[in-house]
């Protein structure tokens, strides 16, 4: 994942957004991208869990899922639920390989 445009305190020249989208894509590259994406495919729930950590996991897995799934290209699920079910979703419209 991208590391964004600043690290703390510093000018990254990018608007809050992108400064905020930075810290997540620090913390998802932390955690483990393929730890993040098997923990909302088994459903985990980050809330109150981790101190800033858990709280940056909630919100990558809840209300900025999207836009994180957007900035790094897969933007095929809007929610992570839609995420976790993407191959029931794939059967229903007749695909076999989760799109």
Same mark, same amino acid.
């Given at each position: 994942?991208?590391?964004? +445009?600043? /690290?703390?305190?510093?000018? %990254?020249? %990018?608007?809050?957004?992108?400064? $905020?989208?930075?810290?997540? +894509?620090?913390?998802? /590259? #932390?955690? &483990?991208?393929?730890?993040?994406? #098997?923990?909302?495919? /088994? &459903? =985990?729930?980050? =809330?109150?869990?981790?101190?800033?950590? &858990? /709280?940056?996991?909630? @919100?990558?897995? $809840?209300?900025?899922? =999207?836009?994180?799934?957007?900035? @790094?290209?897969?933007?095929? @699920?809007?929610? #992570?639920? #839609?995420?976790?079910? =993407?191959?029931?979703?794939?059967?229903?419209?007749?695909?076999?390989?989760?799109?």
């Amino acid at each position: 994942m991208d590391s964004g +445009d600043a /690290a703390p305190g510093g000018s %990254g020249g %990018g608007d809050a957004g992108s400064l $905020t989208d930075g810290w997540i +894509d620090h913390v998802i /590259a #932390a955690y &483990g991208v393929g730890r993040f994406l #098997a923990d909302i495919d /088994a &459903g =985990r729930d980050f =809330r109150g869990r981790g101190g800033i950590f &858990g /709280a940056v996991l909630d @919100h990558a897995s $809840t209300d900025g899922f =999207r836009a994180l799934m957007e900035r @790094h290209g897969f933007d095929r @699920h809007d929610t #992570a639920l #839609a995420y976790r079910q =993407r191959y029931l979703i794939a059967l229903l419209k007749g695909s076999t390989d989760g799109r």
